[in-house]
């Protein structure tokens, strides 16, 4: 009899396959590259590489032939940089990171965090990296947990200085959690920027997280243009070129890189104990009494990008 799994990433009726199979563009030795069958039966939807870590691979290649607006701050830097990434699953994205960034004059630290169920796929996928030389952790962090999220930031070498998340805005019963996550993450006056690879699957859904998002946060879509043609620029995703490995049936418009920051103002407060609350964008001024901020400017900042885009 085979006991059916159970948890966040083994929703009912789960019929996926692999995106990035072995033998798909991948070099040997770097099983973080590609995803199998045998990956997703052992840890659901965390054991396929999802389409957002494509584009987000090639947003961190230092030899991308692409400017970005605003500049993407994971390259030329002589400043360590501490990189934790929510949700990593087979750590494609935050793997690519931690390779792009290896230099031994510089001691970048690239934190890989998922379920503890998925720490085992990280550990080995991380491997590769370390036996290079790169400085790759593990650690998990289950979102909504603010002491997993303390000890995460705690374990690291230094402040952390970004936040890596692709596709992780999808499961609408996830997306408070998720915000909680982000806001625990970054209440410290170190400044840390959030960048988010997304890829529209149900805007309906998923539009609360990002009305929310707006209300913490200030938050833009990345721009590039050619290094080329550095008049010419289109929003970064918008091209089946964007995405180091295209899988069946993507559609680039679909595609967004977001880079967000912390509203300075907005360290002071906290969330509300509610996630509907939450959700609508409302901010806690007084704990004891959960008095909301009657300020909800920036939940239409998702709306207005949506609009541009179109334009």
């Known amino acids: 009899m085979v006991v059916p799994r159970v948890g966040p990433n083994f929703p009912a ?12 563009g991948a ?3 770097n099983a973080w590259e590609h995803d199998s069958a045998d990956d997703i039966v052992a840890f659901g939807i965390a054991g396929r590489i ?8 090639r947003y961190v290649d ?16 002589d400043a360590p940089l501490t990189v934790l990434e929510l949700g990593a699953g087979v750590g494609t994205a935050g793997l690519a990171l931690a390779q792009a960034l290896h230099d031994p004059s510089t001691p970048h630290t690239v934190i890989l965090t998922d379920l503890p169920d998925v720490v085992p796929l990280l550990q080995r996928n991380a491997r590769t990296a370390q036996a290079h030389g790169q400085d790759v952790r593990v650690c998990a962090l289950p979102w909504g947990d603010a002491r997993a999220a303390t000890a995460a930031v705690r374990a690291a070498p230094r ?9 992780l805005v999808y499961f609408p019963e996830l997306l408070a959690p998720l915000l909680r996550t982000l806001l625990d993450l970054t209440s410290t006056e170190h400044p840390i920027e959030v960048v988010i690879g997304y890829r529209i699957r149900s805007l309906t859904k998923e539009q609360p997280f ?24 289109v929003p970064f995703g918008s091209d089946a070129t964007h995405l180091s490995h295209g899988p069946p ?10 880079v967000a920051h912390r509203k300075p103002h907005t360290l002071s407060q906290t969330a509300p104990h509610s996630d509907a609350a939450l ?33």
């Open 13 to 24: 009726a789960l019929a996926i396959a692999p995106s990035a199979p072995a033998g798909a």
């Open 27 to 29: 070099r040997a030795g």
């Open 50 to 57: 999802w389409e957002s870590a494509f584009l987000l691979r």
């Open 62 to 77: 230092r030899d991308a032939p692409w400017i970005f607006d605003p500049p993407c701050t994971l390259h030329g830097t």
């Open 159 to 167: 402040p952390l200085t970004h936040i890596l998340c692709s596709d």
């Open 210 to 233: 990002w009305a929310a998002l707006g209300s913490w946060f200030d938050f833009r879509a990345v721009y590039c243009a050619p290094k080329s043609r550095p008049d010419v620029w």
């Open 249 to 258: 049936g993507a559609v680039p418009d679909d595609y967004f890189v977001f």
């Open 279 to 311: 959700l609508a964008g409302h901010r806690v001024t007084e704990e004891a009494t959960q008095t909301y901020d009657p300020d909800l400017s920036g939940v239409d900042t998702f709306e207005w990008l949506m609009l541009s885009r179109s334009m």
